[in-house]
């Protein structure tokens, strides 16, 4: 077969088509089950505490099983009226169904007049509109005039309707001055509306379909006076640009080490120092009895004997360094990643310290390490590598030089000094003398690299691959789209190829009994022990900078909500593996007095009803908003600063009055037993709810959607750990990374933008944060590992919730790969092609305009030609990378990066939510007497199970 020849830079897209698929269609196989990171690691043989379940979805986690927890024999009455409740529209009042329905037809018929009156306005300017065109704009003009008649008259029953109420004390006055008020803005702007599309004679009216040639051509004047009247009319809020791409490696610039203190003078000793020596005043532990649960914290120095040594040691062999800068993830995340930096190591020892009455402080100061063992340290081949890895991961480096050679990397540093006696380093002789402050740092440790197998790929194989895939494919150099590559010759070639490598494994007797990691080589800790702890530092100190009791509120990663009139600052460390929401609830007790006696928000209608935003942690309100109206839109801003680098960056999100968001953060890896305690608040709160008890509408929505997301940032590092080791990548999250998860609304708006119906939303994820500090050999294996884990990640925001709730979900590679496998042809646009293609694709001005601003900053897009559907939900997806970092964005219609689409599944999915929001309101009240959720926390079992099997106990055998 003669081979097709395509030009590199056509042939970018083409690997690109081929990944999107690669990655889409192994997301079915059995590394979809995610990972537990104890076992990855191979740290320590996994606990199987949760092989009790019995799930019917091939053993993957599945929380839909919470939802048909509303159940008949628990409550009969309300299950039969959610059955009940299939029109969204519904009312307890007649007058308010009627609105409804009124509302949505005169929306509708002014968005499609709206657009007529653009395609005729073209027409008459061109001089050849056609007379069906007229007619059609002549039937639209009189559809909204009488559309218009029926809102009016569904308003002024409900004004009947709302005196009636008011006269019999059932709701608020405030209400019914807000309902006439709207009228008064409604009628006022939708007569200048109404006077200009008034524009056919009387006789006009009458003429049918077969008299179209008797209507009289609208003048160019007067459409342009209807389109002035709709110029500014927007029937969804406008999409926030992001300013940058949301994956990207990280670009942290941190200042150089420094070699004086404060007072301009290099100290090698902390008595040196003029600070308080004092054991007393570092002994306290409120700070972190106030911001963390250290319960697990005091039972580890309970089983540690509250032995200094033990504690030393369990630090220094069980978790292992990550290079970022400051104390981002606090000593619980610490803990139970098993892993953290020099701040965050530190603060667990001190914290087990202290709760053991040992007195302990921070030691701050800069350190010269040899070249080898610094690689050692970071867990890179070489000295350059580590340097470099230390630095874009925010921490102050510096390389010592000589002969030319990289001899040692100088690095600011936190350790630990704690009070103990100085000639028994066991810290058992509890005498009054011979207490000293002993230096201590369970960070530093060294790694002994253990060679795998090396990368199974032929690269002759794939370059083979590559070019007999791009022959099953359609493309167009000049034009510059690709198409209907052959999803199923991919995969199957990708099988083959893999099962060719898995036999050559299995017969050999050494491979076969390797974990994953093993194959490919990994670093293994060198562990010590010793019945004393180590006499000193194991690197030369330069400077010892500071000592502290606690850390400066400079060093600290610090996150900043702001919504409405919230501005609320915490430390990352006090949001690490925290459930935060922000949820609406009623303004006033006249807003909350509406809703209740309607029977929830989507039974209002929304001009109607202020809330305000509740930003809640962990179930406890730290910030409430002001007044806005139920339906309208905010803007949620998020700030990531760090004073000491002088770091600043900021996302910005579009919430809906009336929805339910919880913002989830990765603090570098989302451990496994985070999710499980998650998962298990859910199993707790669904054993309340059996025993008719009460719980809290962020117990069981919060929790909900924040386990979607923390389940999202699990899974996408156990493949970006998988992806990093075949090229020896050493990669980490020197900042927090950040996903907002919800349960939406759908809002109807107004041609004036106002919001006057509301649906119930599906579930979305929009992961807008995720900055990765890397290094590699090579920069174009670098810059391959962001494509890569990058297009995974998006994969994930489809995937989750296809394998959490078992149904049809949407991202930016799942349009990609519908639109591949519809024969859509599917551009790549840059700078050189942007005027000629942007024209052709059919698609909205909005996202055309969104592709020229990253154009426009030297970015590639790839995009559809036009809106796809996939179930109930129709839009587009596009892909914005910079090909020289692999930093990108996976965008779906909307901003998102993530939604639940539809489907019978998703109905039942949306039926259930519905119902919470009738009963409930999202208003954060009380469930009480029915149960939302069920025993659903199967596939979540599975996933650390099936993983365990497949990683540990000869996954190559189970393929």
């Not at 109404?194 to 004047?221: F, G, M």
């Not at 930003?615 to 990531?640: K, N, P, Y």
């Not at 050493?730 to 939406?744: E, F, G, L, N």
């Not at 910079?882 to 039942?908: M, N, R």
Request: charged share 20%.
């Amino acid at each position: 077969m003669k081979k097709k020849k395509m030009s590199k830079p056509h042939k970018f897209v083409a690997i690109m088509m081929i990944a999107v698929l690669l990655t889409a269609s192994l997301w079915a196989m059995p590394m979809q089950a995610a990972a537990s990171m104890d076992v990855f690691y191979n740290i320590s043989s996994y606990n199987n505490a949760f092989s009790d379940s019995n799930s019917s979805n091939n053993g993957l986690f599945c929380l839909s099983n919470f939802l048909p927890a509303i159940s008949k024999a628990a409550n009969p009455t309300r299950h039969n009226e959610f059955e009940h409740y299939n029109d969204h529209a519904m009312s307890k009042y007649k007058e308010i169904s009627e609105y409804k329905k009124a509302i949505r037809k005169f929306v509708n018929s002014v968005k499609e007049f709206s657009e007529i009156n653009k395609e005729l306005k073209e027409a008459v300017k061109n001089g050849d509109a056609p007379e069906e065109l007229i007619f059609k704009h002549k039937i639209a003009a009189d559809d909204l005039s009488a559309s218009y008649a029926d809102v009016k008259s569904s308003l002024d029953n409900i004004t009947i309707l709302l005196e009636r109420l008011v006269s019999e004390g059932k709701i608020s006055d405030v209400i019914l001055e807000r309902h006439l008020d709207f009228i008064k803005e409604f009628d006022s702007e939708s007569q200048k509306l109404l006077k200009a599309v008034k524009i056919y004679d009387a006789e006009d009216r009458d003429i049918s379909a077969l008299q179209v040639e008797t209507l009289q051509e609208p003048s160019i004047d007067e459409i342009e006076k209807i389109d002035e009247v709709l110029r500014n009319a927007t029937f969804r809020p406008k999409m926030i640009y992001p300013t940058e791409l949301p994956h990207r490696p990280s670009t942290l610039k941190p200042p150089e080490p420094k070699v004086v203190n404060a007072e301009d003078v290099t100290i090698k000793t902390t008595l040196g120092l003029n600070v308080s020596h004092e054991p007393a005043d570092y002994l306290k532990t409120s700070e972190y009895s106030a911001t963390y649960n250290i319960s697990e914290i005091q039972h580890l120095a309970w089983s540690l004997d509250h032995d200094p040594v033990q504690m030393f040691y369990y630090v220094r062999n069980n978790v292992d360094y990550e290079p970022y800068f400051g104390p981002m993830a606090g000593p619980e995340w610490t803990l139970k990643q098993e892993g953290g930096n020099s701040f965050d190591q530190a603060s667990l020892l001190i914290a087990l310290y202290r709760e053991s009455g040992i007195p302990a402080r921070y030691v701050y100061g800069t350190i010269d390490i040899p070249a080898e063992e610094a690689a050692r340290w970071v867990r890179v081949k070489n000295a350059t590598l580590a340097a470099n890895m230390l630095a874009s991961s925010g921490i102050p480096t510096t390389t010592i030089v000589s002969g030319g050679n990289i001899t040692a990397i100088r690095v600011e540093h936190m350790w630990v000094e704690a009070y103990l006696p100085y000639q028994d380093f066991r810290g058992q002789i509890r005498s009054e003398t011979g207490y000293a402050w002993i230096p201590l740092d369970p960070s530093f440790k060294t790694y002994t690299y253990v060679e795998g197998m090396g990368s199974p790929i032929n690269m002759t194989w794939a370059s083979d691959f590559l070019n007999d895939t791009l022959n099953t494919s359609t493309y167009n150099e000049t034009e510059g789209w690709i198409t209907g590559v052959n999803e199923t010759f991919v995969v199957e070639e990708m099988e083959a190829s893999a099962n060719e490598t898995l036999e050559d494994i299995l017969a050999d007797p050494e491979l076969s009994n390797r974990t994953f990691m093993q194959l490919f080589g990994y670093w293994e800790l060198n562990k010590e022990e010793s019945n004393f702890l180590p006499s000193t530092l194991p690197y030369n100190v330069v400077s010892v900078l500071d000592v502290y009791s606690e850390i400066p509120d400079e060093y600290y990663h610090k996150i900043r909500f702001k919504i409405s009139s919230i501005d609320y600052t915490v430390n990352s460390s006090e949001v690490a593996g925290k459930r935060v929401t922000v949820s609406f609830i009623p303004a006033t007790a006249a807003d909350e007095q509406l809703i209740e006696d309607a029977g929830g928000i989507l039974n209002v209608t929304p001009y109607m009803v202020n809330m305000k935003p509740v930003l809640t942690i962990d179930g406890e309100t730290v910030a409430e908003g002001s007044a806005i109206t139920l339906g309208d839109t905010l803007t949620f801003t998020t700030e990531f600063t760090n004073d000491y680098l002088s770091d600043f960056s900021s996302t910005a999100n579009t919430f809906t009055v009336g929805a339910y968001y919880a913002i989830v953060f990765d603090m570098g890896k989302v451990p496994s037993r985070l999710v499980e305690e998650h998962a298990a608040n859910l199993n707790v709160t669904n054993y309340r709810l059996s025993l008719n008890e009460t719980a809290t509408t962020d117990e069981v929505v919060g929790e909900l959607i924040y386990l979607n997301g923390l389940t999202y940032f699990y899974e996408n590092d156990f493949f970006s750990e998988t992806q990093s080791l075949p090229d020896h990548i050493r990669w980490y999250r020197p900042t927090p990374a950040q996903a907002i998860t919800s349960v939406d609304l759908i809002v109807w708006y107004d041609w004036l933008g106002n919001p006057v119906d509301l649906d119930a939303g599906g579930m979305s994820i929009d992961v807008d944060r995720n900055v990765i500090a890397q290094a590699g050999e090579d920069s174009n294996v670098t810059t391959s590992f962001m494509h890569s884990t990058g297009m995974t990640g998006s994969t994930l925001e489809h995937g989750i919730f296809e394998q959490l709730y078992n149904v049809t979900s949407v991202s930016a590679m799942k349009i990609l790969q519908e639109a591949n496998n519809r024969g859509i042809p599917i551009y790549t646009i840059n700078q050189t092609n942007v005027d000629e293609i942007l024209p052709i694709l059919q698609l909205p001005d909005s996202i055309k305009n969104w592709i020229r601003s990253d154009i426009n900053a030297g970015r590639i897009v790839i995009v559809p030609k036009q809106e796809i559907q996939i179930e109930d939900w129709e839009g587009t997806g596009w892909i914005v990378t910079d090909p020289d970092t692999g930093a990108g964005a996976y965008y779906i219609s909307g901003g998102l990066t993530g939604i639940l689409a539809g489907g019978s599944f998703a109905k039942e999915v949306l039926d259930y939510i519905i119902l919470f929001l009738k009963l409930v309101g999202l208003k954060g009240g009380k469930f009480g007497k029915f149960g939302i959720i069920g025993s659903a926390l199967n596939i979540l079992k599975q996933i650390c199970i099936s993983i365990n099997v497949w990683l540990k106990k000869g996954f190559l055998h189970s393929l």
